[in-house]
């Protein structure tokens, strides 16, 4: 049995937890660079922005109502953080599947009739201790909990979509055969979970338009058109789990961090700058994954919305002198691939840096003639819990240029604050 707990708009409902005069306000949050609508809150909703929508294609009658803020993911990040600790106190299995959300294993520790009551308490929690409102769909499956987390909040938003009494608290396990079949009918099949727009056309043009008729449909046929993914998907809408509880995210096999610049960059040494800055924040990532890289990449691309510009996209990957999670052995080798790597006259809009061939510390073959130096890992480990402590930025490697305010930084004009993690944006509480 699993619960989804899922906070609401949740990037805007941050916003609104330390700026409570954006309540009841249209606010819209913007993706890097301040260029597409990633958060909307209801009101935003109501006055037709879309997700995902460019904000410079918003007319100026509807963006003139609306607040705007600059993605501050420092902010969603922690904030994520808080509403997870609280889900772990409250059930012994939890996975994080993602910034706002998270799937509760229930199996086993409650009584069929005290589930709902149990989930509600736990929102109640959840809002009262850190602001987020959210919303909570139990099921027999993730994939039914899945919808009916999207049940509690369609029967708020949109009235008469499903019944009134699943609203914000769903729990499809306790229905009857008879109103799980309603519940799946009144779902339009496009909007399962792992049913992107192909498949759900492709299921519309077989005549199954709804979860119900999905359910239904022969198993054989949705195998042999669609594979073994959604025929999880269908097993799962008959309540047969497939797809168990992920509490330990696996090691992934890279690591990227790319960006695109807030304006274009011609100049070789801001790049530089920038490839810096990224090399040190792939490395953190990894440390705090406690995995090694063997290989670095490097690339940058010039503004391919731009086509009578100069294009240029060159990328290179090189193996590191050891495995490694030392940002200054990545920054070095990255120095060395930067030669001749961009041309001269060219602007360029974005660049990345990944890590590959990842592995834990443990996993390696020692080797005899490797080049360490002792102390390495205690001063990488200090660096981090520095930048923890007083904020991301705090110290830092002279190359990523990061006392000054960088050429290739992303545009963020309406960045709110660093609420609860620097000292310096505390709120102020004044009696």
């Known amino acids: 049995m699993f619960a989804l707990i899922d906070g609401n ?38 006055l037709g922005v879309k997700m995902g929508q460019p904000i410079f294609e918003v007319p100026p009658a509807v963006r003139r109502q609306l607040a705007i803020r600059s993605a501050n993911f420092t902010l969603y990040g922690d904030m994520s953080a808080r509403v997870l600790a609280i889900l772990r106190e409250a059930a012994p299995r939890v996975e994080s599947y993602s910034i706002d959300e998270s799937f509760l294993d229930l199996t086993g520790i409650l009584k069929p009739g005290s589930r709902e009551a149990f989930c509600r308490e736990l929102r109640e929690r959840v809002h009262r201790w850190t602001g987020i409102p959210n919303c909570v769909g139990i099921g027999a499956t993730k994939t039914l909990a899945k919808l009916g987390n999207h049940v509690a909040k369609s029967a708020v938003r949109k009235p008469g979509s499903y019944p009134a009494e699943l609203g914000r608290v769903a729990d499809l396990s306790a229905l009857s055969p008879q109103g799980l079949s309603a519940v799946l009918a009144a779902t339009p099949v496009g909007e399962l979970w792992g049913v992107g727009r192909r498949w759900a056309a492709k299921l519309r043009s077989m005549n199954i ?168 890992d205690k001063l990488m480990q200090t660096l981090d819990a520095i930048n923890r402590r007083y904020g991301r930025g705090t110290v830092g490697l002279g190359a990523t240029g990061w006392r000054e305010r960088p050429q290739w930084g992303m545009r963020q004009a309406t960045l709110s604050s660093r609420f609860t993690t620097s000292l310096r944006d505390l709120p102020r509480a004044i009696c």
């Open 9 to 46: 708009n949740f990037y805007a409902s941050c916003e609104c937890v330390f700026q409570p005069e954006l309540r009841g306000k249209p606010l819209v949050v913007l993706s890097n660079n301040d260029g597409c609508a990633i958060a909307r809150s209801d009101e935003a909703k109501a």
């Open 209 to 376: 338009e709804t979860a119900l008729q999905l359910r239904d449909a022969p198993r054989a046929l949705i195998l042999d058109s669609f594979g073994v993914v959604l025929s999880r998907t269908q097993r799962e809408l008959a309540s047969e789990p497939c797809l168990a509880l992920e509490e330990v995210e696996p090691d992934r096999q890279q690591i990227m961090v790319s960006r695109s610049f807030g304006e274009r960059v011609e100049d070789h040494q801001s790049i530089g700058e920038a490839f810096a800055t990224f090399a040190m924040r792939a490395c953190e990532k990894l440390r705090a994954r406690g995995l090694v890289a063997s290989a670095v990449g490097i690339f940058a691309n010039t503004d391919h919305f731009r086509p009578e510009l100069h294009q240029h996209h060159p990328q290179r990957t090189t193996d590191l002198p050891r495995a490694t999670s030392d940002s200054r052995v990545v920054l070095n080798t990255i120095r060395q691939m930067q030669r001749g790597f961009l041309k001269d006259g060219y602007a360029y809009k974005k660049a990345g840096v990944w890590l590959m061939d990842l592995s834990r510390p443990d996993q390696l073959q020692p080797d005899l003639f490797s080049t360490i130096t002792i102390g390495d």
